[in-house]
């Protein structure tokens, strides 16, 4: 495999990334839980889509508590999962048919198992307690009394960032579930640990890491109040004084210093929640070696109100003009990915498209989005079936931390249960963690046992095995684009221009690159379209790359678009 092909590209600026999340993907061993030898069994399926690389949520051992996001041992792969030998043979097999594997680095946090979490908490004087942010009391609180926290800050999985560990009457913080303490970056000890580590994994044949919320690793260091009244709920918003803390450059730069200096094609990709579009640019422009490319979330926070347990609907122009202002604002320097879903959203056909009739149709229109834009494209296992949401009926089908927690905080605090249960069912991260669908054999052929969470039903009509049959499936769509992308340099390399910013029922952007032009249009309702598009004669006679209806629609104009429907047309420009 080369680091770069013909044209001196990356190969991850060419390369669909395909998201396996382990535990719901495939299971070998009939536990209930998806495993490193069941993806393998499954590798085939992915090849035949077309995917350059998959990313593996993480598989290192866990306690669970966040389903692998708290390490307790970063080299190591857990029970659950596999072994290192089995690791090695993913590795191997992927390589031999051509395709790299990107790991999960959890660096942000630890597990509190972690040995090295367990010494720091063991006494204040261990050489280890600066490992992690300890804290006494708030001056004249008594540890324990409500408000003696160190600071106000709220976690993302509810209640305060801070817990007690009654031994020492300290607090550490967690600004995830209290199973996850943060790692203190300042101590040098701590980054020489996690390089060694990231060393040891690269030197195993892995081909780089999505580094779990890298931005929030630098923090001010006096750990001041955040302000009151966000989406922190009861507490104070901690971001200010850790999204893009203060050494986050410095930290990120001595990581590809230690880490990826005289490497060859590895891909160093940040998940940067709040992250703006300007510190994106600096943490990817390729002269600064930082990273490679970052997660934004605006675009996946547009449905939210007062916070993401709050959702809205999402109006087209919001999501066209944040399209545009990152496509734009990463022309130059830096790299876009893009994505729709992940094991953090709910189901993107449920959430931006139409999961009822118009659903085929309008996963493809998500996916001519996604896979013709510029940047790189991260598939999430399922959405190449156009997988939905899942009909959770009560609170005791939900797994997820995040949800529990939540629905746990707001109905103590007075929130109407059906509301809070509503709220889970639409945007809750379990909607993407429901186990794969294979085929129609019993809980979709995902496992021989009892899943870990409820098959979604709906698997007896969206499944692999029927879309792999079926020439005009939701997957061969995703497999004819991922093949367009390889072929036409355009998709990579091409200029982007967005049309019609304001249209509320149209998507349509154009790609040119020498005198190759593509035109993306899309319907994004369930009536029928009249995009006004400018030069749409000419169009109307360029090469019919793609479409996802048969015939055009039966109405005026030749670029008229069904219901959620896609073309894309090709044409040369003088
Ligand atoms: C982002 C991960 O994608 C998410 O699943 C996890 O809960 C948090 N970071 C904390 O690690």
């Known amino acids: 495999m080369t680091a770069t092909n013909d044209r001196g590209e990356p190969w991850w600026k060419t390369a669909v990334i395909y998201q396996v999340y382990v535990r719901s993907f495939a299971d070998s061993d009939g536990d209930g839980i998806g495993d490193l030898d069941g993806l393998r069994g499954r590798l085939d399926y992915l090849q035949r889509l077309g995917v350059g690389a998959i990313w593996l949520t993480p598989v290192q051992r866990s306690p669970q508590d966040d389903y692998g996001y708290d390490v307790s041992d970063y080299q190591d792969i857990d029970p659950l999962f596999g072994t290192l030998a089995g690791f090695d043979a993913?590795?191997?097999d992927l390589h031999d048919r051509g395709m790299r594997l990107i790991m999960d680095l959890v660096v942000n946090h630890t597990s509190d198992e972690h040995p090295w979490f367990v010494e720091s908490r063991s006494s204040i004087a261990s050489p280890k307690r600066d490992w992690y942010w300890w804290r006494p009391p708030r001056p004249g609180r008594?540890?324990?009394?409500?408000?003696?926290?160190?600071?106000?800050?709220?976690?993302?999985f509810s209640g305060s960032a801070w817990e007690l560990d009654a031994a020492s009457g300290e607090y550490y913080l967690h600004l995830f579930s209290r199973k996850q303490p943060d790692l203190n970056w300042e101590h040098p000890a701590v980054r020489r640990a996690v390089h060694a580590m990231m060393r040891w994994w690269l030197d195993r044949g892995v081909d780089g890491f999505r580094m779990?919320?890298?931005?929030?690793?630098?923090?001010?260091?006096?750990?001041?109040?955040?302000?009151?009244?966000?989406?922190?709920?009861?507490?104070?918003?901690?971001?200010?004084?850790?999204?893009?803390?203060?050494?986050?450059?410095?930290?990120?730069?001595?990581?590809?210093?230690?880490?990826?200096?005289?490497?060859?094609?590895?891909?160093?990709?940040?998940?940067?929640?709040?992250?703006?579009?300007?510190?994106?640019?600096?943490?990817?422009?390729?002269?600064?070696?930082?990273?490679?490319?970052?997660?934004?979330?605006?675009?996946?926070?547009?449905?939210?109100?007062?916070?993401?347990?709050?959702?809205?609907?999402?109006?087209?122009a919001d999501l066209k003009a944040s399209m545009g202002r990152w496509q734009a604002g990463l022309a130059d320097a830096g790299w876009n990915s893009l994505y729709w879903g992940n094991h953090d959203q709910?189901?993107?056909?449920?959430?931006?498209?139409?999961?009822?009739?118009?659903?085929?149709?309008?996963?493809?229109?998500?996916?001519?989005?996604?896979?013709?834009?510029?940047?790189?494209?991260?598939?999430?296992?399922?959405?190449?079936?156009?997988?939905?949401?899942?009909?959770?009926?009560?609170?005791?089908?939900?797994?997820?931390?995040?949800?529990?927690?939540?629905?746990?905080?707001?109905?103590?605090?007075?929130?109407?249960?059906?509301v809070v249960l509503a709220a889970l069912r639409r945007v809750g991260r379990d909607n993407a963690r429901t186990p794969m669908h294979w085929d129609t054999t019993p809980n979709a052929g995902f496992t021989t046992g009892e899943p870990w969470i409820a098959v979604n039903p709906n698997h007896l009509g969206i499944n692999a095995a029927a879309a792999l049959a079926d020439p005009d499936s939701v997957f061969h769509w995703y497999r004819r684009l991922i093949a367009l992308r390889r072929e036409e340099p355009a998709v990579v390399g091409g200029d982007v221009t967005l049309l019609l910013p304001h249209d509320e029922r149209v998507v349509a952007f154009t790609r040119t690159l020498g005198t190759v032009e593509l035109l993306v249009l899309a319907s994004w309702s369930a009536d029928v379209a009249a995009p006004p598009i400018p030069d749409a004669g000419g169009w109307a006679a360029a090469e019919l790359l793609l479409s996802s209806c048969p015939r055009p629609a039966d109405h005026d104009g030749p670029l008229d678009l069904h219901a959620w429907e896609t073309r894309v047309y090709r044409r040369r420009v003088p």
């Open 90 to 92: 993913l590795v191997a």
């Open 142 to 156: 008594h540890a324990g009394e409500p408000g003696a926290e160190p600071n106000n800050w709220g976690s993302v």
């Open 212 to 316: 779990d919320c890298i931005n929030m690793i630098s923090k001010d260091p006096a750990l001041p109040d955040g302000p009151d009244g966000g989406r922190r709920g009861a507490f104070g918003d901690f971001g200010p004084h850790v999204i893009g803390g203060p050494r986050l450059h410095e930290l990120v730069r001595e990581m590809h210093a230690e880490v990826f200096e005289g490497r060859d094609g590895i891909l160093a990709l940040g998940e940067t929640p709040g992250v703006t579009l300007d510190e994106a640019r600096l943490l990817t422009d390729p002269a600064r070696d930082e990273l490679d490319m970052v997660f934004q979330f605006e675009h996946v926070e547009l449905d939210h109100g007062a916070g993401k347990w709050d959702p809205r609907p999402i109006h087209l």
């Open 346 to 418: 709910p189901r993107a056909v449920s959430r931006f498209g139409d999961d009822g009739i118009h659903r085929e149709r309008s996963a493809k229109v998500l996916a001519a989005i996604q896979l013709l834009l510029r940047g790189t494209p991260f598939i999430f296992q399922g959405e190449e079936l156009g997988m939905t949401n899942a009909p959770f009926a009560q609170v005791a089908d939900f797994r997820d931390v995040e949800a529990l927690n939540h629905y746990a905080t707001a109905t103590a605090a007075g929130e109407d249960p059906g």
